[in-house]
Each structure stands twice: as C-alpha cells, then as structure tokens.
Nanobody, 126 residues
Framework: QVQLVESGGGLVQAGGSLRLSCAAS????????MGWFRQAPGKEREFVAG???????????NYADSVKGRFTISGDNAKNTVALQMNSLKPEDTAVYYC????????????????WGQGTQVTVSS
C-alpha cells in the first residue's frame, strides 16, 4: 500500500516561515512528478509547487505565480521525500496543504497524480 505522511503545518504570523515535509512509502516515484497543492475554505484546490525528476538527483521545479520567490520545493529521490519551505508567509497562504506523488509531465495538473496525503493545515495570522 502506498502511504503519504505529511508534517510541518501549524500557525504562524505573517512574514514567518514553515517547512512542510512529505514521506512516501510502498513504492518509489523516480519517474513521476511530486508536488504540493493547497485548498482554502470556499476555494478550489490549486497548484503550489512541483518537481519533475530528470536524473537520479536532479529535477526541474515549477511554482505557482503566487508563491514564486517565497516558497522553495525540494526532493530526495533516494529517500522518496518532498519538502516545501515557505518563507514570507501571507494570510492568503492559509489553506490545507496536500502532498501529491505519481504525477505526469504536467506537474501542475492535479488530476494526473496517483496518490495524495491527508493534508496539513497552515494558518497565517495578520
């Protein structure tokens, strides 16, 4: 069984930082995308950041315009993990963040991911 375990969510003041981590087990995902999505109350799920592996330890990263320059995604293929460092957080970043693995070539397409985590709450106060 494939399982995704997320951690790192919490409450932080505007301008603060949080680091989300996601560990996958059950299989490896060296040939597929890994990423983060989020969903705020009353809004649809949106893409945050993703990585597409192009080598054993090399990947291409992509970000939503709303988080460019503030968030950094990283992955460890050998450990089957993906993390999201979030800096300069804003109240509008408040949402449930979901880790996703097994994505296709379009890492921003949520429908192409095979597995999803349970989500971790990120709340940014003003």
């Amino acid at each position: 069984q494939v399982q995704l375990v997320e951690s790192g969510g919490g409450l932080v003041q505007a301008g603060g930082s949080l680091r989300l981590s996601c560990a996958a087990s059950g299989r490896t995902f060296s040939r597929s995308a890994m990423g983060w999505f989020r969903q705020a109350p009353g809004k649809e799920r949106e893409f945050v950041a993703g990585i597409s592996w192009i080598g054993v330890s090399t990947y291409y990263a992509n970000y939503a315009d709303s988080v460019k320059g503030r968030f950094t995604i990283s992955g460890d293929n050998a450990k089957n993990t993906v993390a999201l460092q979030m800096n300069s957080l804003k109240p509008e970043d408040t949402a449930v963040y979901y880790c996703a693995v097994g994505g296709g070539r379009d890492m921003a397409a949520g429908g192409q991911y095979e597995y999803w985590g349970q989500g971790t709450q990120v709340t940014v106060s003003s």
